[in-house]
């Protein structure tokens, strides 16, 4: 992999970090409020997909290493 698509990665991961802080923020404030429950879990489910989208850069980023 070349340095460049490794830049790119790490900024698309760095860009899902923020979004899923964001998600957190968001959920946390629909808390507070009092919001409906379902749109707190259906804000949950997006959160944890994004969560799962990370972890699928992260693993492109870090090659697999067989010792």
Known sequence: MSDQEQAELRLKAARLRQEHE??????????SVGCDALRIQRMKKKKLALKDKIAKVEDQIIPDIIA
């Open 22 to 31: 964001d998600f957190d923020a968001a959920i946390n404030a629909m808390i």
